[in-house]
Nanobody
């Protein structure tokens, strides 16, 4: 059974930092590209960042470039999202997701992801 478990969310002041983690189990982690998405009530799930299966390539939404950093440690089956310079608009439930690699393409479309975590809440106070 595949499990993705996010942690690290919480309440942070605007301008602050947060580090999210996602621990994977039940799959061969190195076969999967990993992504972070976020969602607020009434809105569609939004792509935030993705990292290729080997960690060589990273991709970011324009809204988070320069502030968020995605990384992974394959031997530990963990993917991270470092969030700096938090803005009120960053408040959301953050989800990690796994997409089975089929080529060098790393998707940003959530429908391309096979497995999802339960999410972790990030709240930003202004």
């Amino acid at each position: 059974q595949v499990q993705l478990v996010e942690s690290g969310g919480g309440l942070v002041q605007a301008g602050g930092s947060l580090s999210l983690s996602c621990a994977a189990s039940g799959l061969t982690f190195s076969l999967y590209n990993m992504g972070w998405f976020r969602q607020t009530p009434g809105k569609e799930r939004e792509f935030v960042a993705a990292i290729s299966w080997g960690g060589d390539n990273t991709y970011y939404a324009d809204s988070v470039k320069g502030r968020f950093t995605i990384s992974r440690v394959n031997r530990s089956y963990v993917v991270y999202l470092q969030i700096n310079s938090l803005k009120p608009d960053d408040a959301a439930v953050y989800y990690c997701a796994a997409s089975l690699r089929a080529s060098s393409y790393v998707p940003s479309n959530p429908v391309k992801y096979n497995y999802w975590g339960q999410g972790t809440q990030v709240t930003v106070s202004s």
